[in-house]
């Protein structure tokens, strides 16, 4: 009895040595940590999950004979909560790549552990260039968008169309301050001017007194660099006040989701940029209706990436034919991705996807024909205009 | 003209805002207040039935197109009925214990059911219209306001001094007073005091579903909404003393303002500001601006 007890333990020890020494044995195990209960579930969050599952599934469930996993938690906006989860699996779960969803902070948080730890790590719904830039990882794949691309689609498109004088309203966190120093950037270089900005706390619940004193700028566009409950709530408040009114009132990022909240009425008009629209192909309309079937609304295009990152990422275990994090990351970076979410897109040195972004406009009501008929394309940003350039990156990665 | 370095306009205008959020946190802290005081529960649900009467008003308007009016007193009506169901099942058994097990309770249910309306509708909120007749705005030279916010403070103001006038200055509000101080005793005088209870917690709830219409049209209806507000409605309570109406009421207005300010100053600290002053009052006077020391 005691022998036995013995060898348990000691294949207890070995069997968590061996899992860590060689990575050949158990399941291939996909990390997913997003928001999933407060401001941002709705436009990652638990659809999101699905999607990673979605992707699982349509992979077949297996790679490289072993069964996948996919484990998934809330990180609550919290940049502490993110980087233990994923310090956890990593060690006690051999996780073999991670996926973050919303929230730059986190997502900092995240690169910063699969960095130190070498894991492949697909950054989805953080905004913050960050990511790419000064905080850029050998391990981290930017996959969406981010504040630099958000900056050069929509904001320069708005400072050309005569939006000189801007004030911000910002989110008073990673991606706030990185959205609105990014968009000050586009609009200097285009001749505009900021002549002020206000911060407001994540989740606040009344906008009103910032928006009274973004009216008294004499600014003639209020660009709202916040996202998700924080945009909606602004929004209304700024139609409300008679804001739009006087200025023209811009969404720095806005998802469908948003839109849809918000109204199509409060929102027509409105310039959005974002990386892809579920009703811009037969393919994206495809993958639209199985994920309408299911949630009874339009997927985001975070949660379409969330598929897609997925699929690709398993198409390159399986060419490599190991989940060793070196050879895989190698593949990532050098293969060409093409599905319904993007075209021809590469990732670059320094993490960053480089594909296509939109800026899209929020149709009129009355031309808006079936739910969820929103956007019309006004223009197609080629990858390497809408993303920092090498030159602008202070990414030492770049730099060889 | 400047006052403390800012236009009198912006400084005008930032008062009428504060104002608002004010009246309104006074409403909300005091239902609190009712239902500390009379019953000493210490209702952390109170957040979820504010959002529960958002939504019903909500539900309401999508699903039977009951307008905002009608769902002034319907939605009220139905979180107060909510209300006197928990407390039949459930609070009228923790009386006599220590308070903590009430506070354990509510929360665990104001949990339930904020998850079950995530569940069902998502945390994107849905969006209630300003209703017909209070659309538009005024504009009052420093500002323009909001038909509909200027409708708030009003309602809000009218409902504090109506709750305040019933507790303390009619029958009803004396039975309650003493009914709570010995309950036997009043019994004793036929009166029902269990029932009274329950009427008064309902009543509790029903105030806080009426906030939740009345602030319907103004934010996003979210399963969110109640706990983004109910840490600082419990600290507005705290500061004007546990359980007392009129300092829960007035507490609220002042604290409406000061977060107001504090958005103009320095916005990032206007989250926080309410607790930096509780914790200054609690250093000066341990029951709170209102409070009696027990």
């Known amino acids: 009895m005691k022998i036995k007890t013995l060898v348990a333990a000691m294949a207890?020890?070995?069997?968590?040595?061996?899992?860590?020494?060689?990575?050949?044995?158990?399941?291939?195990?996909?990390?997913?940590?997003?928001?999933?209960?407060?401001?941002?579930?709705?436009?990652?969050?638990p659809a999101g999950a699905e999607m990673v599952k979605w992707a699982v599934q349509d992979f077949g469930g297996k790679v490289l004979n072993r069964p996948i996993e996919v484990l998934t938690a809330d990180h609550q906006n919290k940049a502490d909560v993110a980087a233990s989860k994923a310090r956890e699996w990593i060690d006690s779960q051999n996780l073999a790549m991670l996926i973050g969803g919303t929230s730059s902070g986190t997502n900092l948080a995240m690169a910063g552990v699969t960095k130190e730890k070498k894991r492949p790590f697909i950054s989805i719904g953080a905004g913050s260039a960050r990511l790419t830039n000064e905080d850029c990882s050998p391990y981290t794949i930017h996959y969406a968008y981010d504040t630099v691309a958000l900056a050069k689609v929509g904001g320069s498109a708005l400072v050309k169309a005569g939006a000189k004088k801007w004030y911000f309203l910002t989110a008073d966190y990673a991606f706030g301050h990185s959205l609105e120093a990014d968009a000050t950037n586009v609009v200097k270089a285009n001749g505009g001017t900021v002549v002020g900005s206000v911060k407001h706390p994540l989740n606040a619940s009344d906008f009103s007194s910032f928006l009274l004193q973004a009216q008294g700028s004499k600014a003639d566009i209020l660009a709202m660099a916040n996202a998700g409950g924080d945009f909606v709530n602004a929004m209304k408040a700024a139609k409300e006040f008679g804001i739009t009114k006087q200025m023209k009132v811009a969404g720095l990022l806005v998802f469908i989701n948003d839109v849809h909240s918000v109204g199509v009425k409060n929102a027509e008009g409105l310039q959005v940029a974002d990386s892809w629209y579920w009703n811009q192909d037969d393919e994206s309309r495809k993958f639209a209706k199985r994920f309408f079937d299911k949630f009874k609304r339009m997927p985001s295009s975070l949660q379409a990436a969330d598929y897609s990152a997925t699929m690709n990422y398993l198409k390159a275990v399986q060419k490599v034919g190991t989940t060793d994090a070196d050879k895989v990351n190698g593949e990532l970076r050098s293969m060409k991705y093409n599905d319904f979410y993007h075209k021809n897109a590469t990732v670059r040195a320094d993490g960053r996807m480089m594909h296509d972004m939109y800026l899209f406009q929020v149709k009129a009501a009355k031309d808006s024909n079936t739910p969820w008929d929103y956007y019309k394309l006004v223009a197609k940003v080629p990858g390497d205009q809408a993303f920092t350039t090498p030159a602008e990156s202070k990414c030492t990665l770049l730099k060889k | 003209m400047e006052i403390f370095g800012i236009p009198h306009q912006a400084f005008l205008g930032q008062l009428m805002l504060g104002l608002v959020n004010g009246a309104f946190y006074a409403m909300l802290s005091l239902g609190l207040a009712v239902?500390?005081?009379?019953?000493?529960?210490?209702?952390?649900?109170?957040?979820?039935?504010?959002?529960v009467g958002a939504f019903a008003a909500w539900i309401m308007l999508d699903s039977w197109g009951v307008n905002y009016w009608w769902a002034l007193l319907l939605a009220p009506l139905l979180v107060g009925v909510l209300g006197v169901i928990v407390e039949r099942l459930f609070l009228k058994r923790l009386y006599g214990l220590d308070p903590l097990y009430g506070l354990l309770l509510t929360f665990g249910l104001s949990l339930i059911l904020e998850g079950v309306f995530r569940r069902q509708y998502g945390v994107s909120g849905q969006s209630y219209a300003v209703p017909e007749l209070l659309e538009g705005a005024t504009n009052l030279g420093f500002m323009i306001l909001p038909?509909?916010?200027a409708w708030v403070i009003f309602a809000s103001i009218a409902i504090c001094l109506v709750t305040w006038y019933v507790i303390e200055r009619t029958r009803l509000g004396a039975y309650l007073r003493a009914g709570t101080e010995n309950a036997k005793l009043v019994q004793a005088f036929g009166v029902n005091v269990p029932l009274m209870v329950s009427l008064t917690y309902g009543a509790g709830a029903a105030l806080a579903g009426l906030a939740g219409v009345l602030a319907a049209p103004v934010i996003q209806v979210t399963p969110l909404m109640g706990s983004n507000l109910i840490?600082?409605?419990?600290?507005?309570?705290?500061?004007?003393?546990?359980?007392?109406?009129?300092?829960?009421?007035?507490?609220?207005?002042?604290?409406?303002?000061?977060?107001?300010?504090?958005r103009v100053f320095y916005p990032e600290a206007s989250n926080i500001v309410v607790f930096v002053i509780m914790a200054i009052v609690l250093m000066l006077r341990p029951a709170g601006l209102f409070g009696k020391e027990a």
């Not at chain 1, 050949?24 to 209960?37: E, K, L, Q």
């Open chain 2, 35 to 51: 239902i500390f005081g009379l019953l000493d529960i210490v209702n952390f649900a109170h957040g979820a039935l504010y959002m």
């Open chain 2, 147 to 149: 038909n509909y916010r």
């Open chain 1, 12 to 45: 207890l020890g070995l069997g968590s040595y061996a899992a860590t020494a060689q990575n050949n044995a158990g399941p291939v195990r996909i990390g997913f940590i997003t928001d999933m209960s407060s401001l941002y579930a709705d436009i990652d969050g």
């Open chain 2, 231 to 262: 840490i600082v409605v419990f600290a507005v309570v705290v500061i004007g003393g546990m359980g007392s109406i009129l300092g829960s009421v007035i507490t609220g207005l002042g604290l409406g303002v000061v977060e107001g300010f504090t």
